[in-house]
């Protein structure tokens, strides 16, 4: 079914109407009233999106996640199949307390079943390895693996690791420099 403006599959469930241009809700995803979702956003199937979530723009979100309470989540965010967020740091049934922010920044990319536990914040165009289970908070650009995660090197914006050359850092994708930084202008960034 098409809703003002967005796609929503017909098997598909989205309860809200703050969902902007261009974005896709596909089939037994189920977003809910008060959730926020930026343009040109992918929900793929099985997504739970709760209703203080914020999605920024070109955001994708892959099959079977579940988005919960408290998650903020900039533009360009890619999260990956199975990424498992939390929200509460000592949960128990049927006790409900205020949902810890967690904090994905513009450009991050999670991958396969990562884990990311309540109250962190993971930086600007940082790299989560799969299966990582992310315990504290991640720095812009940094590459995390393992579990739990730790720091193993640098990615760039276009989401290859940087490899050190001396003083300088370099990325496989034909890009240079003495520090990553949003504004890097990396050649594999272009579009194909």
């Known amino acids: 079914m098409d809703a003002p403006g967005f796609f929503v599959h017909p098997k ?26 930026g343009r040109d956003a992918n929900i793929c199937d099985f997504v739970f999106v709760e209703n203080d979530v914020v999605l920024g723009e070109r955001v994708t979100v892959k099959c079977h996640v579940a988005l919960w309470d408290g998650l903020r989540v900039g533009d360009d965010v ?17 006790r409900y307390k205020t949902p810890l922010h967690t904090i994905i920044g513009r450009g991050a990319s999670l991958g396969a ?25 991640v720095p812009p650009f940094a590459l995390v693996t393992g579990n739990p995660a730790r720091q193993r090197g640098l990615a760039c914006v276009c989401g290859r690791p940087l490899a050190r050359d ?20 990396c050649p594999a960034c272009e579009p194909s």
């Open 12 to 37: 598909g469930l989205c309860e809200s109407a703050r969902v902007g241009q261009g974005s896709r809700v596909w089939a037994f995803a189920h977003v809910l009233p008060g959730a926020e979702i």
């Open 78 to 94: 890619f999260i990956g199949p199975g990424v498992c967020f939390t929200n509460d740091k000592n949960p128990r049934s049927k």
């Open 113 to 137: 079943g990562a884990v990311i536990l309540p109250g962190i914040e993971i930086g600007q165009y940082a790299l989560v390895g799969a299966g990582a289970v992310v315990t504290r908070d």
């Open 166 to 185: 001396g003083e300088l850092l370099k990325c496989p994708g034909g890009w240079q420099g003495q520090a990553p930084s949003p504004d890097m202008d």
